[in-house]
């Protein structure tokens, strides 16, 4: 019996040989998931509820980051405080999928990279086939689950793509976010975005933009804000006041408070397009 069991042990892939995986936020830990399959589950580094850009490591979770091998993150433009704690980490790799040179790239209206590109699904369905590459160069016995599961991954995304932008055909109507943060999404669906309140790292804005964004909304030129999970809805309140804004629901950007499961991106798109879509449904 124990010669049988010694015999089923070596005969299966051992867990043990997979790579231990860190990722910054959800949507990347929920692609990196998709691509590991069942052979493991990558951790993710920001905290339910948490600001992504102000991402400073707890003992734990350096713990955490000390135990991997791969760390999957957009880069030091979302999470500089990220940037500090692994280079301190011996013999970690690391994956900045903001720094692929296929990777659409857009700059915030005041300057400056806009670092939320996983809004835009043509780069995730790209960043699939990086991180199997990356994935396949520590573990090379497993290469070609990598690769299968991020072309069934990439399918996924194609058809998701396909529904959100035929749902989103119908939003005409001009919006203003919190934070600057959706470009990547409103670009590829073509919407009628008037930008956000708040800069790109969600400072707060100064009194021009906020004088240029009531003028706007005061002559009917923006229908709908939108505040931001993560962010005090004060300013889009105020706002709002004495004008016909329509204020949505609060929009995440990031999906702070999903778990990092494979459909974690798929949910997170799928919440945004839903919560837009009230602008164009609103009474």
């Known amino acids: 019996m124990r010669a049988l069991v010694l015999l089923l042990a070596l005969s299966c892939p051992a867990l043990a040989d997979v790579p231990q995986v860190q990722t910054d936020i959800p949507p990347v830990a929920a692609l990196v998931a998709q691509v590991m399959g069942d052979l493991g589950s990558p951790g993710v580094l920001l905290d339910k509820g948490g600001d992504e850009h102000d991402l400073h490591l707890r003992p734990s979770q350096m713990r955490a980051l000390n135990g991997a091998q791969l760390l999957v993150w957009i880069g030091p433009e979302l999470t500089p405080g990220l940037d500090t704690a692994r280079q301190s980490v011996p013999d970690l790799q690391s994956l900045a999928l903001l720094d692929d040179p296929a990777t659409l790239r ?29 994935l396949s160069a520590l573990d090379p016995d ?28 119908g939003l005409t109507q001009s919006f203003v976010t919190y934070h600057d943060a959706y470009g990547y999404f409103t670009a590829h669906y073509h919407l009628p975005s008037a930008g956000g309140l708040a800069a790109g790292d969600a400072a707060a804005p100064g009194a021009a933009r906020l004088s240029a964004l009531r003028a706007q909304a005061e002559q009917g030129q923006i229908a709908c804000a939108f505040p ?55 009474p």
């Not at 996983?118 to 990356?134: E, G, H, M, V, Y």
């Not at 993560?230 to 999903?258: C, E, K, R, W, Y």
């Open 142 to 169: 497993h290469a070609a689950i990598y690769a299968a599961n991020a072309a069934a991954a990439q399918a996924q995304i194609a058809a998701l793509d396909a529904d959100l932008a035929r749902q989103l055909s």
């Open 106 to 134: 857009q700059d915030y209206a005041g300057g400056g990279i806009n670092p939320h590109a996983w809004l835009d699904p043509t780069n995730a369905s790209r960043w699939l086939d990086l991180i199997a590459q990356r």
């Open 228 to 282: 931001e999970a993560q962010h005090d809805p004060a300013l889009i309140t105020n706002l709002a006041q004495g004008t016909a804004l329509f204020i949505g629901p609060p929009l995440d950007p990031v999906g702070s408070t999903l778990d990092p499961t494979p459909q974690a991106y798929a949910s997170l798109m799928t919440a945004l397009t839903q919560s837009l879509l009230t602008c164009a449904n609103k």
